[in-house]
């Protein structure tokens, strides 16, 4: 059985799983996507948006539920050290209607741009034209692609405080963490990404690295599924 955290492999076993036949393997990205040729179109894209001269953009990628509490970065983006900040929020979903009559109730409706979908093959370029990336929520045993993508593309990550992410993302290392649906601490956090741009550059590069450095790639997860594979195999025959 291949589960992609720590926290679902003990589910399993507890569930009657056999420890010893849980592996573990996360979820990950294709570094090579995020190439010269997408960085060029992430430029592209930044004209289009037509961004004020020092915006900060926060970008959401997914389907947006409810749950998700999008609203938080509304609430927080109404403080004048986030001022600068802008939210794009790529995907559909229940939650985006609400959002959008929010942000014009706070008088934010400036500050949203509002993507939709977006074809796999130009998601890179999204990705990179972003000074930051959100994880406003998630389940408890998820490994998110957005956060290996953000990762990939070397953004700098804020999610959830909670042991699934911190399988991967390690606060002030290779991305930020906040409690969970706790709006302060969120907009502390962006605060830090927002004033300070050597920073959050800074992290997203080492979020790169840490991603490569540790295998979170589909080839290394093709590699580490094949072992196991092998492995299997060679207890079989003997």
Not at 204 to 227: P, Q
Not at 229 to 235: D, I, Q
């Amino acid at each position: 059985v291949l589960a992609v955290t720590v926290v679902l492999k003990e589910m399993l076993v507890e569930a009657g799983a056999r420890r010893e036949r849980v592996h573990v393997i996360g979820n990950g990205a294709a570094p090579e996507r995020y190439d010269a040729a997408a960085r060029t179109a992430a430029a592209a894209l930044r004209s289009a948006w037509q961004l004020p001269p020092q915006a900060f953009v926060l970008g959401f990628v997914g389907y947006m539920r409810p749950w998700h509490r999008l609203e938080l970065v509304l609430d927080a983006m109404q403080a004048q050290p986030l001022r600068d900040l802008v939210l794009v929020l790529i995907g559909e979903g229940p939650a985006l209607v609400p959002l959008q009559e929010r942000a014009a109730a706070l008088g934010l409706t400036d500050r949203l741009r509002v993507l939709g979908a977006v074809p796999a093959e130009q998601l890179p370029a999204h990705v990179l034209a972003l000074d930051g990336a959100l994880i406003p929520a998630i389940n408890e045993y998820a490994s998110p692609l957005k956060l290996f993508d953000s990762l990939a593309a070397g953004v700098p990550t804020l999610a959830p405080d909670q042991p699934n992410l911190r399988e991967t993302v390690r606060h002030g290392e290779n991305g930020l963490l906040f409690r969970p649906g706790d709006g302060e601490q969120l907009a502390l956090q962006l605060v830090r990404l927002v004033a300070d741009r050597e920073f959050a550059q800074a992290l997203g590069a080492r979020g790169r690295d840490s991603l490569e450095r540790e295998g979170h790639t589909w080839a290394n997860n093709a590699e580490r599924v094949i072992a196991i594979y092998e492995s299997l195999a060679a207890g079989a025959r003997r």
